[in-house]
């Protein structure tokens, strides 16, 4: 039986719900917060701005992340923007419009008034961020710069070079050890979460990995902050790093929190391919590229000449073709797909035929290498490091990578989840990118939720746990959990089968992009669905990991989250499947126009897939939460 | 092509380490340094022994995370250039190349490959940020910052925190990424209020972790991959000795 679940959206007109939940919302006085510990899981932008903002107010913070330093999280490689509602370029943009770019980016199928508040809260970032001395691009005469994106027909983007993740992540990294040495933050860097500890239903604690000396920890608080990001890397192949992974959210979904969309996935359409079978990752290449490059393919099929050999009217500009309003500029879904769609007629250019062309010689004609290379350069000296190819001699070869995760946990317009005290902000979180997200607008999310969104509702839980004692570490629920956590290690150790956590993950991947990647179908997904059952039985009798648990032991580490990458890649294959349209990121084979686009269905499934662990991995239970459109009304969505 | 590897493998901090001998026949031109490293850990898992510890994440060149003496270099021969970014077509069939971790006082290895390099958090912990609250900001464009002062800020601001410049050091020291922090902050208005005492304190702290003196043989900018510049801490002494002389 589904449970209800409410989204507590404020009452109020959609632009007064915000102020209205901020005026009414409960508080707790600066003399208590100091008696309330919280433990911030991750300690990318989301992580690091919320465990930083809440330490300035008063809070006492417990920082996890697994790498060696919070700085190297994973939002420190987003490279070319952030989005912010300035209207610095008088160019027609409001709130409104940033709201509405957004929720038609994402096909309608997201909250509107998580959406809205995303955009009202934008441009408060810029000014933080400024503050904190992040070197954001200017004009001569010192004020803000601004590129254009995806999916907009405005400029908002704000960016360094194409570092800007790095900076702004360098911004809340800073804010957080400034916390660190005032004795608000306790940081426990190289820690893993392992598993969430509940005490009569409510979030209270965790049990985490010390993964440089297999310690098991357990960690009590009031309230819990997963921020630990995206799980793109379940595909293996992504533009995610090395360490990024599910098992955070997935523990937290099978103590009871619901994972919301799961299956959809960005596929960023310019990533660089893959160039053999031992590839780790593939390195993202930021979309601001597509500003001066164009994207082609040659009109020949199986094409041997170069790409410099090939004249002018042998070439199909695609996407400016099928899109000419939008042109290199359509969305990342749309663009991603039209590139599949050239590959897949056999007109993929490089030796695996696996990617297309991005061109910039006409834009070196028109406005000179020299400005090119200032815009653009450490993006050409990147790729000329990884492919050991000049790209203003030749077009470079991109091709689509799994990027973002648009679901996530679900979570309440406070951002909690279904469980009380489990907040889940950032990537980590489904709520404000619908089916497909827009360039820049990440970074801007996990900002906002950490800076400004969680400080406030969090309060609002936490206002009724003033009179609540610290939790304490020796309840048996923290006893039972450490066990458990204990004793999956030991299975993994002890199996001694004959192939690795990485040989199984590699193999899970190319299922999922195969089968519930950028193009799904019933037959598909239904094999996808029994290939993984195989898989999983066999990664519970086959598993080869070296060493022990009591040592630091990277394989150790790996098994963990390819394990809940077995259970969660079933869960994505399972709402990609019930959901009988197209929308965004999800393109269902069976449902699209008659020109190829994503063919929704507003009157089945204008909701989001909330789903629920019941036990096992395959058979979870639907919730739904109706998107309910009062201020926008959904329509086919066109770039062309 | 094969490749002669010599890695060193150290059990931790309290144990000696040696050079192990590997070999690896069919590495791949187009494969990353690290790439390579995985070939050699799924051989050893797969004869059951431990693979060889080392750290990575992003492998784009921008964490910050991996880093190795790469045949006595740090993050190998290819400048400007991490060691996720580096590639095996930059080296020959029949090489050998010896894998050493990062080595420095202030950087004690794990396991393998592994350093902990929490020290340099702790230098930033000292004062490496500009000291305002969530709320406190005024807007943005108020705040006026030349395109050059801008360029030269994020020129300073672009350090991924890796250490190579640590582990290149003849002295361990780590002036090159302090000063780096140092000089971003100083030549932006919004940092100028606390840039002396923000010099004192960092590199105080940098003292007091056993990092050593810097004695400007620039052999840190030359091994650094976002080629931090020791303009930076030409800039730090300027603020450190100014902060001095004040008092």
Known sequence: MAKKIYANIPEGDLKDKWSNYKAHAKLVSPNNRKKLDIIVVGTGLAGASAAASLAEMGYKIKSFCFQDSPRRAHSVAAQGGVNAMKNYQNDGDSVYRMFYDTLKG???????????RLAECSASLIDQAVAQGVPFGREYSGYLR?????GVQVSRTFYSRGQTGQQLLLGSYQALMRQKEQGNVQLFARHEMLDLVLIDGKAKGIIARNLDTGKIERHGAHAVILATGGFGKIYYLSTLAMGCNASALWRAHKKGALMANPSWTQVHPTSLPQSGPYQSKLTLMSESLRNDGRIWVPQLKNEQRSAVEIPEEERDYYLERKYPSFGNLAPRDIASRAAKEQIDKEKGVGALKNAVYLDFSHAIKEYGQELIAERYGNLFNMYQKITGIDAYKEPMKISPSAHFSMGGLWVDYDLMT???????????????????RLGANSLLQACVDGYYITPYTIQNYLADQ??????????????TAEKQVQEQLNRFINQKG?????????????????KCGLSRSEEGLKSAISQIHNLREEYKKNLLVPGDAEDINSELEKAGRVSDYMELSELMCIDALNRNESCGAHFREEYQTEDGEAQRDDEEFAYSAAWEWNGEASSPILNKEPLEFEYVQPTQRSYK | MKIDLKVWRQKNQNTKGHLESYVLEEVDAEMSFLEMLDMLNLKLAKQGERPVEFDHDCREGICGQCGVMINGIAHGPIKNTTTCQLHMRYFKDGDTIYVEPFKAKAFPVIRDLKVDRSALDDIIAAG???????GQAPEANSILISHEEAESAFDSAACIGCGACVATCKNASAALFASSKISQLAKLP???????????????????????HCTNTEACQVECPQDISVLNIAQMNYEYNKAKLKK
């Open chain 1, 106 to 116: 994402g096909d309608f199928r997201s909250r509107e008034a998580n959406t809205y």
């Open chain 1, 146 to 150: 601004n590129r254009s994106f995806g």
């Open chain 1, 418 to 436: 279904t469980i009380p005290g489990l907040f889940a902000i950032g990537e980590a979180n489904f709520s404000d990118h619908g089916a497909n």
């Open chain 1, 466 to 479: 003033i009179q609540v004692e610290k939790t304490d570490t020796n309840h048996p629920a923290f006893a």
């Open chain 1, 498 to 514: 004959t192939r690795t956590a990485e040989e199984f993950h590699r193999e899970l991947g190319k299922i999922l992009y195969d």
């Open chain 2, 128 to 134: 490496g940020y500009i000291s305002v609250n969530t």
């Open chain 2, 190 to 212: 919004q940092g100028k209020k606390e840039s002396s005492k923000r010099a004192v304190d960092m590199v105080n702290r940098m003292e007091d972790l056993g990092f050593g």
